[in-house]
């Protein structure tokens, strides 16, 4: 079955420095999209950013981007010149045909 | 409104109580989703609803039941709930249903508890 996995429970970064928030995705469909969701804890799903299995470049959206790679079947989100407010749960999922899963998630804490 | 809206946003019930989630979409989309996010549990996908029509149920008790009048407005009727159905639930839409693309987009959520 098709899995998403994310290693990190929680993840500790300094204000203003780069952090990596691993991903990996497990599917033998050759036509898939990976996305990144943040959940603050007020619980709303914010979507961050997106990966079709075809494109060739990884994604970015100002300071998010995605590392994607694809032999590793891994969709790592960067997050660069973190803010306090991105203090948050952050999600890995995937789509596959009208399939849509979700991996277990990451807390992040920016600290001051 | 914009975006994806829902409610109430916090509903206190109890077991033997009836009560309705609503769930309203301003982005033209499709498909409307409903999700159970329990306290350390991954994120689970309850009902998927594409063009009005039903086309997904995982396996949900029979005191959830979804409507879906139309592609914008979706429900979810509660009834005789347990507490373990306390929970945060996400209601979700997205453009359609059968592209890789299809990225869904959440509302704030109904954080339920059942007494």
């Known amino acids: 079955a098709q899995k998403i996995t994310q290693t990190q429970p929680g993840m500790f970064v300094q204000e203003k420095e780069a952090v990596t928030l691993d991903c990996t995705y497990d599917?033998?469909?050759?036509?898939?999209?990976l996305f990144w969701y943040k959940q603050p804890s007020s619980g709303e799903m914010i979507f961050l950013i997106y990966?079709?299995?075809?494109?060739?470049q990884n994604a970015t959206e100002g300071r998010y981007s995605l590392n994607f790679q694809k032999a590793r079947k891994s969709a790592n989100l960067v997050i660069s010149a973190s803010q306090l407010g991105d203090s948050a749960m952050y999600f890995c999922a995937m789509t596959y045909g009208q399939n849509f899963v979700f991996g277990p998630g990451t807390r992040l804490s920016v600290l001051p | 409104e914009t975006g994806v809206t829902q409610t109430p946003r916090h509903l206190v019930m109890g077991m033997t109580n009836k009560k309705s989630l609503k769930c309203e979409q301003h982005l033209g989309h499709n498909a409307m989703y409903w999700y159970k996010q329990s306290a350390k549990k991954p994120l689970e996908l309850m009902f998927v609803?594409?063009?009005?029509?039903?086309?997904e149920n995982n396996s949900v008790p029979s005191r959830f039941s979804p409507e879906c009048p139309n592609s914008s407005h979706l429900f979810l009727h509660l009834h005789t709930l347990q507490p373990e159905d306390s929970a945060l639930y996400l209601c979700?839409?997205?453009?359609?249903?059968?592209?890789?693309?299809?990225?869904?987009?959440f509302g704030p959520g109904t954080r339920l508890t059942v007494l």
């Open positions: 990966q079709g299995s075809y494109d060739q």
């Open positions: 609803y594409n063009f009005k029509e039903q086309t």
């Open positions: 599917t033998s469909d050759p036509s898939y999209g």
């Open positions: 979700a839409s997205s453009q359609g249903l059968a592209g890789i693309t299809d990225t869904q987009y």
